[in-house]
C-alpha cells in the first residue's frame, strides 16, 4: 500500500554539527513533498517543500533534496542548534487532495 | 496572520459517547484536512474539505465524519467512541490547491476511558 518510511527513527547529533534526515517514498504519481518539525505537545511546524520539477531547494538553515529515481527524499539542517530537537516527519502529496507521513524521526541534539 | 486554531485542546470521554472537535483554518484558506496521530500509526489521513465539500477520504470507519461551513470552518465527529480513538487530532488548512503548503493547528488530545 501507499507508504512514507523514514530509515532512522532516532537520531542524534552534536550542536553545532549537520543533520541528515532521510525518507523514503513509495508512489511515483508524488510530485510535491514537505518536512515537518513537531515538538512535543504542538501541531507539526512546516519547515520546507519541494515540488518533484526539482531535485533541491535551500532554506534557512535547511536544505531538501529530491532524488525521484530511488524515490527518497532527505532533510539537511546545518550546524544544529538545540532547538532543532524534534520529530520530523516527510509527507508527500500524491494528488487527489492528501498527505501521506512517514513515521518520523525524533532528532536529538547532543550539548 | 493568526494561525489554525483548534478546540478543545483536551477531551476526556468514555467509550461509546461521541465527539465533535472543531477547527478554525488561517483566513483565506478554503481547504481543510483532518488527521489522527498515535504513537503506533504515526499521522494517518481522515478526509479533507474544500468549500463544504469533501474531497476525499481516508480509511476509517464511518463513526469518523466531518464537515465544513461557508466560512471554511470545519469540524470532526466521532461516534460511538471505542478505547482506540484515542490520539491526538490534527486539522490542517491550505489554499485549497493539490501541492500547496499545508499549515496545522495545534490539535486536540483525545482520551477514551
Known sequence: GESVGLHLPTLSVQEG????????YSNSASDYF?????ES???????????????????????????KTVKHLSLQIAATQPGDSAVYFCAENPGAYKYIFGTGTRLKVLA | KAGVTQTP???????????????????GHRSVSWYQQTPGQ??????EYFSETQRNKGNFPGRFSGRQFSNSRSEMNVSTLE???????????SLGSSGTEQFFGPGTRLTVL
Do not use: E, H
Open chain 1, 17 to 24: 554539527d549537520n543533520s541528515i534526515i532521510n525518507c523514503a
Open chain 1, 34 to 38: 514537505i518536512w515537518y518539525k513537531q
Open chain 1, 41 to 67: 505537545g504542538k501541531g507539526p511546524q512546516f519547515i520546507i517543500d519541494i515540488r518533484s520539477n526539482m531535485d533541491k531547494r535551500q532554506g534557512q538553515r535547511v536544505t531538501v533534496l529530491l532524488n
Open chain 2, 9 to 27: 485542546r483536551y477531551l476526556i470521554k468514555t467509550r461509546g459517547q461521541q465527539v465533535t472537535l472543531s477547527c478554525s483554518p488561517i483566513s
Open chain 2, 42 to 47: 504515526g499521522l494517518q489521513f481522515l478526509f
Open chain 2, 83 to 93: 478505547l482506540g480513538d484515542s490520539a491526538l487530532y490534527l486539522c490542517a488548512s
